[in-house]
C-alpha cells in the first residue's frame, strides 16, 4: 500500500486531477506538484502529508484572491495539490480538490459562514457521557448535522459507570437513534483524548482531570488534526460548545425517520405537523406512541434549518456580488495599466 492510498487516496480523487496536473505530478521536479492530504490548520498555515512527507504549506496567492467564503478554504481532512519545496518541509497550495463528504456548522458567534469542521470522512463518531450532563436533545442535533455530513453515525457512550439507571438510559437514546450502533466504553475518566491515545495504542493526545463535582474535565484537545493509527485514520476535534444546524431539511427528515414515516399517512402533504386537521404525528402525540419531547426537538430544529436556508440564500447573493466586484476591479486595473500605441 502506497503512502497516498494510506491517507485515503482513492479512484475519486484521481479522477479531478487534469492531464497537465498528472504530466507535472509525475515530471517530480523541485518545487514539485503533489497531491496530499490536510492533517492539522494553524490559522494561514497547514500541515500537509504525502508521499514526500510531512510539510507546511500555505494557500497561493491565485487561491487566496479566488477564495470567497471560508469554506472553500482547505480544512482537516481535505485532497490538495500543493508545490512542495524538497529539503525546505514547505509548499505552497493551488488547488483543494472536491470533496466527498464534509462535517460542517454555523460558525460560532454572530457570523454568518459556513465552518468546516472535518472533511471526507466516511465515519462520525459522535462521544458522549452518560453522565449528569448528557442530553439526548443534543444527541438528536448532532446526529441531524451527521447526516448532513454524509457520513455514517456512530454513537460513542462514555463514563457509564456514572450512569443511575443504565437501561432507562439506554432505551432513550435508542429511540432517539434508530438503527446506529451504540458501543459503550470505560469508566469515569475517559474522554475523547482518551479514547484516541487507547486506539492509536500510545500517548498521542494530552488528558486532563475530571471534577468530581460533575463529572466534567477541561478541554484538552485545542485544534483539529488527522491521526494515521493502525485501523485507519482519525479526525480528533475539540468539544464544541455551539453546533447550529448550517444546510437543514433533508438531514432532519434522515435523523427523524419515524416522524417522516407517520408524516406520510398525514391528510396534507405540505402538513408542519403542528396544528392541521388530519395529521398522524398529532395523532401518535395523542396516542402516546410519539414522545412528546422528541417532537418539540424536531419541530424546532426544522424551523432553525429553513431558517439558516433562508439566510444562506441571502449570503450567496452577496457573494456572488462581491465575486464580480472583484472580477470588475481586475478588469479595470488590467484597463488602465493596457499600454495603448500612440
Request: aromatic share 6%; proline share 3%.
Amino acid at each position: 500500500m502506497t503512502k497516498l492510498s494510506e491517507l485515503g487516496w482513492d479512484e475519486f480523487f484521481a479522477a479531478q486531477l487534469t492531464e497537465e496536473e498528472k504530466t507535472e505530478i509525475a515530471a517530480a521536479g523541485s518545487p514539485a506538484l503533489a497531491p496530499v492530504r490536510v492533517i492539522a490548520e494553524q490559522k494561514r498555515y497547514y500541515r500537509v502529508d504525502g508521499e514526500q512527507g510531512e510539510a507546511w504549506a500555505e494557500l497561493s496567492g491565485k487561491l487566496s484572491f479566488d477564495t470567497l467564503k471560508r469554506a472553500e478554504l482547505p480544512a482537516v481532512g481535505d485532497w490538495v495539490l500543493a508545490q512542495l519545496r524538497g529539503g525546505e518541509g514547505r509548499g505552497t497550495i493551488q488547488r483543494v480538490l472536491a470533496r466527498r463528504t464534509k462535517f460542517s456548522r454555523k460558525a460560532a458567534g454572530e457570523v454568518e459562514a459556513e465552518q468546516i469542521v472535518a472533511t471526507n470522512i466516511d465515519v462520525a463518531f459522535v462521544v458522549m457521557a452518560l453522565n449528569q450532563d448528557f442530553n439526548v436533545a443534543r444527541l438528536e442535533r448532532y446526529l441531524t448535522v451527521v447526516a448532513q455530513s454524509g457520513a455514517s453515525p456512530v454513537i460513542l457512550m462514555t463514563k457509564r459507570d456514572l450512569c443511575a439507571d443504565l437501561p432507562a438510559r439506554l432505551a432513550e437514546i435508542e429511540a432517539a437513534a434508530r438503527g446506529v450502533p451504540l458501543p459503550l466504553l470505560g469508566s469515569s475518566g475517559v474522554g475523547k483524548s482518551t479514547l484516541v491515545n487507547t486506539l492509536a495504542g500510545e500517548q498521542l493526545q494530552d488528558t486532563a482531570e475530571v471534577r468530581e463535582s460533575d463529572g466534567r474535565g477541561r478541554h484538552v484537545t485545542t485544534y483539529r488534526r488527522l491521526l494515521i493509527l493502525k485501523q485507519g485514520l482519525l479526525i480528533d476535534t475539540p468539544g464544541m460548545r455551539e453546533l447550529h444546524i448550517w444546510e437543514g431539511d433533508d438531514a432532519v427528515a434522515a435523523s427523524f425517520e419515524d416522524i417522516e414515516e407517520l408524516g406520510r399517512s398525514c391528510k396534507f402533504s405540505n402538513c408542519a405537523h403542528e396544528s392541521e386537521p388530519g395529521c398522524a404525528v398529532k395523532a401518535a402525540l395523542e396516542a402516546g406512541t410519539l414522545d412528546a419531547r422528541r417532537h418539540a426537538n424536531y419541530l424546532k430544529l426544522q424551523r432553525e434549518g429553513a431558517f439558516q436556508a433562508r439566510k444562506n440564500d441571502k449570503v450567496a447573493a452577496s457573494e456572488e456580488k462581491k465575486r464580480w466586484r472583484k472580477i470588475h476591479q481586475v478588469q479595470k486595473k488590467n484597463y488602465k495599466n493596457k499600454i495603448r500605441p500612440e
